[in-house]
Nanobody, 127 residues
Framework: EVQLVESGGGLVQAGGSLRLSCTAS????????IGWFRQAPGKEREGVAF????????VYADSVKGRFTISSDNAKNTAYLQMNSLKPEDTAVYYC????????????????????WGQGTQVTVSS
């Protein structure tokens, strides 16, 4: 069974930075896709950034391109989401997700494509 442990998040002023981490264990295939979704109150869960563990291919939501960077340390089975130039509209609960069969395309995947989820972490950006 895949387990995802998230860390990071918190409260930051607009323009500031935060880094999220997500450590995976229990996976069978090491060519998985991993990334983050976020969900604000009253809104649907949306894809933010994703990376393929084997080839490093990345996909970003248009709203975070140029501000967020996803990376992966394969030796540690850990993905990172560096979030810079944060805006109040980035405020949400961020969820790490992993899928062992998903192939990333040019658009962020839908949350229903993922079977494994982290516990979520709150990111709050004050204006």
């Amino acid at each position: 069974e895949v387990q995802l442990v998230e860390s990071g998040g918190g409260l930051v002023q607009a323009g500031g930075s935060l880094r999220l981490s997500c450590t995976a264990s229990g996976f069978t295939y090491d060519d998985y896709a991993i990334g983050w979704f976020r969900q604000a109150p009253g809104k649907e869960r949306e894809g933010v950034a994703f990376i393929s563990r084997d080839d490093g291919n990345t996909v970003y939501a248009d709203s975070v391109k140029g501000r967020f960077t996803i990376s992966s340390d394969n030796a540690k089975n850990t993905a990172y989401l560096q979030m810079n130039s944060l805006k109040p509209e980035d405020t949400a609960v961020y969820y790490c997700a992993l899928d062992e069969t998903l192939l990333l395309t040019t658009s962020p995947p839908h949350w229903t494509d993922f079977l494994s989820w982290g516990q979520g972490t709150q990111v709050t950006v004050s204006s």
